[in-house]
């Protein structure tokens, strides 16, 4: 059973970086055929799919956000994270990592494992 497990900074100004983790549990980001992947629901919308990780740690992203978006990976700690730059208020939302074969996705039968989500408020 893969177990995922988000943590990030809660709040967050805007123009600043921001940073969550998943840490996974119950199998390895870097044999899994997972692709290991980030997605956000912003207040009052769907989900939205914002990038993916493989276990080669080859990184894939969302066009509308490539330009702002780095998925990295920890591989002694079997952990990945996501930094998302020059944040707005629009970038509120519930971060979600996930594992499933299939990317892009925005919706949750796509993927097999959630983790809880983390809420990350930008504001001032």
């Known amino acids: 059973q893969v177990q995922l497990q988000e943590s990030g900074p809660g709040l967050v100004k805007p123009s600043q970086m921001l940073s969550v983790t998943c840490t996974v549990s119950?199998?390895?980001?870097?044999?899994?055929?997972?692709?290991w992947s980030w997605i956000r629901q912003p207040p009052g919308k769907g989900l939205e799919w914002m990038g993916a990780?493989?276990?080669?740690?080859?990184?894939y992203y969302s066009p509308s956000l490539k330009s702002r978006t780095s998925i990295s990976r920890d591989a002694s700690k079997n952990q990945f994270s996501l930094q998302l730059s020059s944040v707005t208020p629009e970038d509120t939302a519930v971060y979600y990592c996930?594992?499933?074969?299939?990317?892009?996705?925005?919706?949750?039968?796509?993927?097999?494992?959630w983790g809880q989500g983390t809420q990350v408020t930008v504001s001032s």
């Open positions: 996930a594992s499933g074969f299939r990317i892009p996705a925005d919706y949750r039968g796509a993927y097999d494992y």
């Open positions: 119950g199998g390895s980001i870097t044999t899994s055929d997972y692709a």
């Open positions: 990780i493989g276990s080669d740690g080859s990184s």
